[in-house]
């Protein structure tokens, strides 16, 4: 079974702070996705990536940036946390192959900034 | 880029009755439409998916159809539990990326299942 681990499922941070969401997945995926979840909103892709070093913006890249220097860890990063981004984020992580693959989702961050 | 319209955002029905949740999207370039349940406070889980070269695909009391021409898929849950009470929702992608293609979701349906 596909395990994909978020390391912190609550955490709270000040405005203005760098604040770095950490993502593992143990089923040696070459693909791997962020997401921010609001009530109301759905699921927003931030950014991806479908190798190591390499990153693609989603749909709402502004104020995040992505790190990926091992396969099986993929990091979000906040480089000046403002309140708009207080969220829900989720990880998730596909196997490359044929049309459309599963994505495996974390337990989420829940983050605010104060 | 792709947007994903999901309704209702409620739907409230008896136990043992049947859900219909509808979607579509505006890419026709899109070829990959999974479903997700969400429990409260829980991760979303796939329960279903369907690729554009089947119009139609059942797992015991789910089903999804897919009309590409119209541009959109519905869920369908028959026999309805308490159990599947949650949040549900649809998402489209391109899929021709192997698996690296970021998903476009819909805003979600709060399903309620009433005894």
């Known amino acids: 079974d596909v395990k994909v681990t978020q390391s912190s499922r609550y955490l709270v941070k000040r405005t203005g702070e760098k604040v770095f969401l950490e993502c593992v997945q143990d089923?040696?995926?070459?693909?791997m996705f962020w997401y921010r979840q609001d009530p109301g909103l759905g699921l927003r892709l931030i950014y991806f990536?479908?190798?190591?070093?390499?990153?693609e913006k989603g749909d709402i890249p502004e104020g995040y940036s992505v790190s990926r220097e091992k396969k099986e860890r993929f990091s979000l990063i906040l480089e000046s946390a403002s309140t708009n981004q207080t969220s829900m984020y989720l990880c998730?992580?596909?196997?490359?192959?044929?049309?459309?693959?599963?994505?495996?989702f974390g337990d989420g961050t829940r983050l605010s900034i104060l | 880029g792709e947007n994903v319209e999901q309704h209702p955002s409620t739907l409230s029905v008896q136990e043992g009755d049947s859900a219909v949740i509808k979607c579509t999207y505006s890419d026709s370039a899109s070829n990959y439409f999974p479903w997700y349940k969400q429990e409260l406070g829980k991760r979303p889980q796939l329960i279903i998916d369907?690729?554009?070269?089947?119009g139609e695909k059942k797992d015991q009391r789910i089903a999804v159809t897919l009309n590409k021409t119209a541009k959109h898929f519905s869920l369908h849950i028959t026999e309805t539990q308490p159990e599947d009470s949650a949040v549900y929702f649809c998402a489209a992608s391109q899929g021709t990326g192997g698996g690296a293609d970021g998903l476009t979701f819909g805003k979600g349906t709060h399903l309620i299942i009433q005894p």
């Open positions: 998730a992580s596909t196997r490359t192959g044929g049309l459309g693959q599963p994505q495996h």
């Open positions: 990536s479908y190798d190591v070093k390499m990153k």
């Open positions: 369907i690729r554009s070269n089947v």
């Open positions: 089923m040696d995926h070459e693909n």
